[in-house]
């Protein structure tokens, strides 16, 4: 490698660094309007419920919720491994997680890492493979979300459960006049250097989801794909092959 190559990939993982630290700021700042938004935004509930349903998680089992902001969805999967399971919740940002460690105080279950869902150093903390992951609203975070669902896929292996849930335009005809209310929405509570890029962020959202749930096709046998919340929510899970 050449000096000059080296250069270059140390000035990359700089900038990475740099923008992670910005969302973090970002997410923490404003954990208490997304957790408000996480609870009492129409529909919801049901997503929640559903997303839960979809893992077909059973008592004692072993869950993972990558990146699980203030922790909206983790009660919802203490109660069906119950309290002789285990649920981790990981996410990067420190004040999400302090709202998510108040949310699960009387939940002994859960446990919180401060972690990037991309790297999760979950494994080397548990007995086995988890049994299910779930991720919530957070593809459309990541650079590679094809890589990060499939490193998903590896981490619970073969007969492991995915589930992805997902915000985005409806493809529903009488609730598409809401669309740009919906990207302006995105555009709001993006984190500063997305929110000022030349493309639309619902562009990069739509390319990320799309390659996050064709990650999920392509490693699991799919079981479950719904819309709900006016179509903008999509629930998609699915059993790594």
Same mark, same amino acid.
């Given at each position: 490698m050449t000096a000059e190559q080296s250069g270059s990939? &140390? @000035?990359?993982?700089?900038?990475?660094? &740099? @923008?992670? *630290?910005?969302?973090? &700021?970002?997410?923490?700042?404003? +954990?208490?309007?997304?957790?408000? /938004? *996480?609870?009492? +935004?129409? %529909? $919801? %509930?049901?997503?929640?419920t559903e997303a839960a349903d979809a893992l077909a998680l059973a008592p004692g089992e072993t869950v993972v919720e990558m990146g699980c902001g203030t922790g909206a969805n983790l009660p919802y999967l203490a109660e069906r491994v119950g309290p002789e399971g285990t649920v981790v919740g990981v996410d990067?940002?420190? %004040?999400?997680? =302090?709202?998510?460690?108040?949310?699960?105080?009387?939940?002994?279950? $859960?446990?919180?890492?401060? *972690? =990037? +869902?991309?790297?999760?150093?979950? +494994? %080397? =903390?548990? =007995?086995? &493979?988890?049994d299910a992951v779930l991720g919530t609203f957070v593809s459309g975070m990541f650079d590679d979300p094809a890589a990060a669902v499939s490193s998903w896929a590896d981490l619970v292996g073969s007969g492991g459960r995915l589930c992805l849930v997902d915000l985005a335009e409806t493809t529903v005809p009488r609730w598409r006049p809401l669309n740009p209310a919906f990207r302006a929405l995105v555009r709001a509570t993006a984190p500063p250097g997305s929110r000022t890029m030349r493309a639309s962020p619902t562009k990069l959202l739509n390319?990320? /989801?799309? *390659?996050a749930h064709r990650a999920l096709e392509s490693r699991c046998r799919v079981t479950r794909e719904t819309t709900h919340a006016l179509g903008f929510a999509r629930v998609r899970a699915g059993v790594v092959e």
């Open positions: 990939r &140390s @000035r990359a993982r700089s900038r990475s660094r &740099s @923008r992670s *630290a910005v969302a973090q &700021s970002f997410y923490t700042r404003w +954990a208490t309007l997304y957790d408000a /938004l *996480a609870r009492r +935004a129409p %529909g $919801v %509930g049901s997503v929640r990067f940002s420190p %004040g999400v997680l =302090d709202v998510a460690r108040e949310r699960t105080r009387e939940f002994p279950q $859960v446990h919180l890492v401060r *972690a =990037d +869902a991309t790297r999760p150093p979950v +494994a %080397g =903390d548990l =007995d086995a &493979s988890p390319r990320r /989801l799309v *390659a």
